[in-house]
């Protein structure tokens, strides 16, 4: 077995390490680009406050760029017998460098380094999301003003009551995405912040120039107290579950109405064949999976928020092991929700509506309400019309034309799309992607 980074007399039992690694070799490689990165900006400081001399620091860095690169080349791995991707890095080093490689990690310490490089994976998969969220939002918002024409039933209790369109009914979750991105934004700002320099959550003796790592890794400010920066931990993850969440809740909602309304009891909707799936013994069967399946692993990602509040619950400041077992949960959910966004934008994008629901006049009694407000408009007081109407129904006597005029704001014949369209363009222009973007390239030497 290696020698781990902290061993000095005794060597660790082997169950005891294989436990305490838990799955962190696998879990430290949704890490590797960013520790990679950590150290680079952490490295470029210390040259700067003499603790690595000019050529020390240009050696280290060229290694540094050639294990990212083989990091992006998917020949990255973390070696049997090697703790993770912190342990890893300085390995491959020291085995290059010699004593230069040792000398990385002055002022420094896992747990920072950690915090760091949670801080860049997630900045960097909150980008991506917010890529996905745009696309689908387009999607929406585009075949709204394709139907807005198009009339269906509304429903509570589903319970058939008011007329609606396919105008409303994508627009909805349009707007939805508007109050998620807002969400996501709130999450990357917190994220955002660099806790590099907290070291084991106490500071350093070193005169640290966080300034510096903050400007270097193009974080907007820092995590100024060292023992606030340690006790993000978890925070920040709970914070973004919570954004991813709120997506996740728009796209399971979603979802459900998808399946329900393309049923043959409801025949709404029609999913384009090749986005449904077979039945191995019913040869009729075209069945919604794709919203099946992202009904529930957007119901799974719901819970993220609180499975990340119970591992960290009551811990008081300061490091525990017990974080480790966050990144298990958080660092796989991107590609999860990033998964179902992109299924959705691609059905959402090809679903057929069916023109002619309120053809069958089992939907007339939607209009009821259009009545009552016609012979109110004549002059009779709301609750005569209302009881004039209940009782033609009941009667079996109740007729309207299958038009409606509804023009207020966000309603049917004033969907207001415009207006969501600029709330969320407005949101999104927030973010500030191209500055990390050119932080990042510039500390790989990789700008144009
Ligand atoms: N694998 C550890 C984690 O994810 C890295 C930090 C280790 N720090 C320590 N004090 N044991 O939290």
Redesign the pocket.
Known sequence: MAKKLWEKSVQVNAEIDRFTVGL?REM?LYLAKYDVLGSMAHITMLESINLLTAEELEKLLAELKLIYASIERGEFCIEDGI??V?SQVELMLTRKLGDIGKKIHSGR???D??LVDLKLFTRAQLKEIVECVEELFHVLISQSNKYKDVLMPGYTHLQIAMPSSFGLWFGAYAESLVDDMQFLQAAYRICNRNPLGSA?GYGSSFPLDREMTTRLLGFDSMNYNVVYAQMG?GKMERNVAFALASVAGTLSKLAFDACMFSSQNFGFVKLPDECTTGSSIMPHKKNPDVFELTRAKCNKIQSLPQQIMMIMNNLPSG?F?D??II?EVFLPVFGELKDCIRMTTYIMNRIEVNKHILDDDKYLAIFSVEEVNRLVLEGVPFRDAYKKVGLDIEAGRFSHSKEVHHTHAGSIGNLCNDRISELFESVVKGFDFAAVEQAEKKLLGREA
């Open positions: 962190d430290d703790e993770d912190h310490s896992r747990n380094q950690v084991a931990r490091y092991r974080l480790q990144k």
